[in-house]
């Protein structure tokens, strides 16, 4: 069984962390598995990446700089990868799945994010490994889940969005979907429910000794989501019209409108007196009672309101209603919300020595200097940790030595 301190200076000053003593194998690539092995590492467990030997990127794409054209490169990879080690393997060897087994014993979550079936052909699927190790939890994050028509179909956050409901909503009044700069397939459906599962199967795990396999599709995460539209559809038998809605585009109550300057101000005053302080604020009292209409009634309030705010810029109204409490505020880029915005100050936003920001984990779970050190960490090298944790494992130089020279680790 593994026995060693992780390599980050940080453990001993994380004792505190929640999940300080869980150690996690992270066989997943991109965006799902890595955010969620990356809030797992926040919390406090000791995350080893696997990667792969025989690629210089080590089998994930975002390692490279620039690696997709507008992708974030290796800026995306240093976001979700920070503060984890890295084991890189040759799976394609018989010695490698072997090495697989030998650490899994000391492990207690494994996570992966190929197509169904990859890591079972492969040798270090659930079956192979829970045997060795029967408290293991074994998440599994794909597009459509283990099973159903979909499950070996490709996809992206796109898709998951598009076959859940929940692209079709996300939509303007003219019915066009809108892309999302937020990609709530891979974070909230596959990586946050991924998390959730894996902790609730960890508790369980440590109390009965029994490990267990969780099969997390992004699309099920995400429909799992549609918590308000499948309200509606339950309700009235049918789903509203995209972007006609109360909460989604149909009310003026509830609304983006432009400025002045091109840019935006929100309008969330659902509630009535909200609502009513906002028409006198503008100079509209006369709209108090027509915030909630839907349809041409609503359409025609929403314009009026879009009238008197175009009129000034951004800046005028966010000094308006700084004090006014009614629920308006202006929409904020990223660069704006994380130097100005109400999260600045509430210190899970660092910046590094080229003064980019980096996030910690934004629920205070350990002192401020350890979330900082945690969010300021330096990505692993491919295989940095190789020999070391190799040796911890009971493998003597010499073996370690012959894995090296015949490429089945890195």
């Known amino acids: 069984m593994l026995s060693y301190p992780p390599a980050s ?3 001993h000053q994380r004792e505190e962390a929640p999940l300080a003593g869980v150690r996690v194998l992270d066989f997943s690539r991109l965006l799902p598995g890595p955010f969620c092995s990356q809030v797992l590492a926040d919390l406090g467990a000791e995350v080893i990446r696997i990667d792969d030997a025989t690629r210089e990127d080590g089998g994930d794409l975002m390692r490279k700089e620039a690696a997709v054209e507008g992708f974030g490169g290796g800026e995306f990879f240093h976001q979700v990868n920070r503060d984890k080690q890295s084991v890189a393997l040759n799976l394609r060897d018989s010695r490698a799945v072997d090495i697989v087994k030998r650490l899994v014993v000391g492990v207690d979550l494994v996570l992966e994010g190929f197509r169904p079936g990859v890591m079972d052909r492969l040798g270090v699927g659930y079956a192979a490994l829970s045997s060795v190790r029967p408290s293991l939890v074994y998440c599994a994050i794909s597009g459509f889940g283990q099973t159903g028509s979909y499950a070996a179909k490709a996809g992206h956050d796109l898709n998951y969005q598009a076959l859940s409901g ?12 809108a892309i999302s700069g937020l990609q709530t397939a891979d974070l909230a459906g596959g990586a946050m429910t991924a998390i959730t599962a894996m902790l609730a199967a960890l508790l369980k795990a440590k109390t009965t000794g029994q490990g267990r ?17 499948l309200g509606l559809l339950s309700l009235e038998g049918r789903e509203p ?16 409108y432009a ?5 935006w101000l929100a309008v969330g005053a ?5 609502w009513a302080r906002f028409c006198e604020v503008i100079g509209r009292p006369d709209l108090c009672n027509s915030g909630h209409l839907l349809g041409d009634a609503g359409r025609q309030v929403i314009e009026q309101v879009s ?7 951004l800046s005028y109204w966010s000094k308006l209603f700084d004090d006014q409490d009614c629920c308006v505020t202006p929409v ?10 109400p999260s600045a100050g509430r210190g899970f936003v660092h910046l590094n020595a080229y003064q980019q920001p980096r996030f910690s984990f934004p629920v205070s779970m350990v002192s401020s200097e350890v979330a900082q050190a945690q969010a300021l960490a330096e990505l692993p090298e491919i295989g940095a940790h190789t020999r070391r944790i190799l040796h911890a494992a009971d493998y003597g130089p010499a073996e370690i030595d012959a894995f090296m020279r015949d490429g089945v680790v890195r």
């Open 9 to 11: 200076g940080l453990h």
């Open 259 to 263: 400025t002045a300057d091109g840019r």
């Open 270 to 274: 659902l509630e009535q007196k909200f």
């Open 213 to 229: 396999f969780l099969d997390v599709s992004m699309t099920d995460g995400l429909m799992a989501l549609n918590v308000y539209l």
């Open 332 to 341: 904020m880029t990223l660069a704006e919300a994380i130097t100005h915005g």
């Open 307 to 313: 009238r008197a705010i175009g009129a000034e810029p």
């Open 241 to 256: 019209t995209p972007g006609a809605g109360l909460i989604t585009g149909g009310a003026a109550c509830y609304q983006v």
């Open 166 to 177: 929940t692209l079709h909503h996300n939509a303007t009044r003219g019915g066009q979907p």
